[in-house]
């Protein structure tokens, strides 16, 4: 970090404490569900990131918290300057397979969002940008095998889905244009396939938001295939 605070040593601090009760704790990759390369391969309908039912594909869930903060008036301005910062949108994507992940990034978007859909629109590209990537290796260490199927990404923001499936229902979000053509390149591309999931069952929103301890636990265990006990 370039400018430490103290209250950034009380929290890094925290997550070492955690860290060094917890040396045992991994991400749990496999089951015996799992034979081969075949069982990696999406399902035609993707369920929901928390149904024990759903298959171990490549998976990435994507969620958006905007921030509720307003920008100060210019007489608040001059009494105490607000932080930039503080109104970014907070972003959080996670990338797993076989029941595990493997890549999960939570972080101040670069710019600032003007509503709900254009913060969920910023993460989302975000994500697929990340894809084009990590498809590519699937397809080289598999020889063809993974990385040739669309990657269910879990999203519980309706306008997102919509326009990254309809270009004609781009003109409500002209503001971030260049962010939705690539995210409806890559789904006409066959890349990626947005898939609506409730607000209320994406594991992403750990990355993003300040979860109930319970809820917290549930998402964790989800994504990195342990006991809920042992978060």
């Not at 409730?198 to 992403?204: K, M, R």
Request: proline content about 6%; hydrophobic content about 45%.
């Amino acid at each position: 970090m370039a400018k430490p605070t103290e209250q950034s040593y009380a929290a890094a601090k925290r997550i070492l404490l955690w860290l060094r009760d917890r040396v045992d704790l991994g991400v749990t990759f496999g089951g015996p569900h799992i034979k081969s390369l075949d069982d990696l391969v999406p399902s035609e309908l993707p369920r929901d990131p928390l149904d024990e039912q759903r298959a171990p594909c490549l998976a990435c869930t994507v969620d958006s918290d905007l921030n509720g903060r307003t920008l100060p008036t210019p007489e608040e301005a001059a009494v105490c300057p607000a932080d930039p910062r503080a109104s970014r949108s907070q972003l959080g994507y996670e990338f797993s397979i076989a029941g595990g992940c493997f890549d999960a990034t939570s972080r101040r978007q670069h710019s600032i969002a003007v509503d709900t859909a254009a913060a969920e629109l910023f993460a989302a590209s975000t994500a697929a940008a990340q894809l084009i990537n990590i498809t590519g290796i699937l397809r080289f260490i598999t020889f063809g095998v993974l990385g040739v199927h669309p990657v269910p990404m879990h999203c519980d923001n309706v306008v997102c889905i919509t326009v990254a499936r309809d270009a004609s229902s781009m003109k409500k979000v002209s503001y971030v244009a260049r962010r939705v053509r690539l995210l409806q390149e890559l789904v006409e591309r066959k890349v990626i396939n947005m898939v609506k999931v409730s607000g209320l069952a994406n594991p992403a929103d750990m990355l993003t938001k300040h979860l109930a301890k319970d809820t917290f636990r549930k998402y964790a265990a989800n994504l990195y295939g342990v006991a809920i006990a042992d978060v």
